[in-house]
Every structure is written in C-alpha cells, then in structure tokens.
C-alpha cells in the first residue's frame, strides 16, 4: 500500500474514532442495559489486541530499534500511573488528566497509522477494531465520572485527536518507521495501566469470565487470521 492509499484509510479510521467520541450520549442511551455484557467482550478484544499484537510488534522492532523500545512502554505506563497517583483526591484535576490522556493515545495511534498501514494494512485495521472498543468504553467510564463535564467538553476534546493527527500526516507525511515505534510502545504502556484499571479493576468482581473468554477468543482468531493472510 502506498502513502496515499495509507492515508486514505487512516482518514476512514480516524473519522471513526471521532464519530465513537461524538456519539458517545447516543451510544450510552442505547447499550445502558447492556454494557454490562458488552465490556467484559471489549475487555477480552483489548487484551488480545495488547498481548497478541501489540507487544509481539514490538518485540519485532527491538531486534531493529533496541530494548529501548521495552523501556518507552514501561515509561508510559510509569507516566500514567505516576500523574494519576499524584491527582489522587483531586476529581476536577485527574478528570481532566484523563481526558488528556485520551486525546494524547488517540492522537499518537493515528498519527502513526499511514506508517502501519503501508507496511501491514491487515494489521492495522485489526488493531482500529480493537482501539473503537476500548475507546467506546473508555468514554462511558468518563461520562460516569462526569456526565454534563464529558458530555458538554470532554467529548468534543477526544473527538479532535484523530482529526489532528489525521491533518498532520496529511501535511508533514507519516512519521518513519523508528518514530512509529516508538510512539507505539508508549501507546503500549498506557493501554497496560487501562486494561488493568480500568477493564479488569473494581468492578472485576461483577464482569463475566465467559464473555470476556468470547472477546479474547473473537479477536485473538481476528488477529490469527491476519496473520495467516500476511
């Protein structure tokens, strides 16, 4: 796939990424009943995405780039975790922090998309599934904290971050292959802390192991099958 083509698709993903952000309210309203089902399914695509894709991806680039690579995912979950603990007790504070963060990852996985998608175009549209969910889902824990300061604001903030990044490509061109890694892994680092916290955190007591096994099981063949397609 050529840069053009590449940037094509990465203007189809990140329109949809924005689109989750935007309908967000009209998501909450219509799966209110079932999100209970539907995020222990999202929970197992996530840690698909993330141990079947994600770190042997970057398992690849250490070989070409170094271990550090390994250190940049441990830095950004450090760096999360860090500013998290430190705003602890400071809802207004770590609200917006979390909203920063999401702006931040959704930006550096689209950014880094055209790269992705001219040497692995399969890949990375498998990966774009899984990000939407964690993305739906991430957006209705938000609204929770929150509802009027993520419906009237935060929604609106997310929802520029594939659009930004998107219009950066289109005007610098995709970042090379060591600058994608590298923004990868520290992408890898944050979606660690968010799978842990937040997919598999609290309210792990009330998910349901069989459909969080459905997600896995659905992603993890998604993600098989482009591999035996190349």
């Given amino acids: 796939m050529d840069f053009t083509q590449a940037l094509e698709w990465t203007g189809l993903i990140a329109v949809l990424l924005s689109g989750v952000h935007l309908a967000s309210p009209w998501v909450r309203e219509h799966i209110r009943g079932r999100f209970a089902f539907i995020a222990p399914i999202g929970a197992g695509a996530l840690a698909a995405y993330i141990f079947l894709h994600l770190l042997p991806s970057l ?62 175009p399969a890949s990375a549209a498998v990966a774009a599934l899984a990000l939407a969910l964690h993305v739906l889902q991430s957006n209705t824990h938000l609204a929770a904290e929150s509802p009027s300061a993520f419906d009237n604001v935060g929604r609106y903030v997310l929802m520029s971050a594939p659009l930004v990044a998107l219009a950066l490509d289109a005007v610098l061109g995709a970042p090379s292959a060591e600058v994608a890694a590298f923004l990868s892994a520290f992408v890898s680092g944050i979606l660690l802390l968010g799978l842990f916290r937040d997919e598999l955190g609290d309210e792990a007591g009330q998910r349901r192991f069989g459909l969080f096994l459905v997600g896995l099981v659905v992603y993890g063949s998604l993600v098989g099958l482009e591999e035996l397609l190349g």
């Fill in 59 to 120: 398992e690849e680039t250490e070989t070409e780039f170094g271990a550090g690579i390994t250190a940049v995912v441990l830095g950004g979950f450090v760096a999360y975790y860090g500013v998290e603990s430190y705003l602890d007790g400071r809802p207004g504070h770590l609200f917006g922090v979390k909203i920063g963060v999401g702006w931040l990852y959704s930006f550096l996985i689209v950014y880094s998309l055209p790269t992705s998608l001219e040497s692995n």
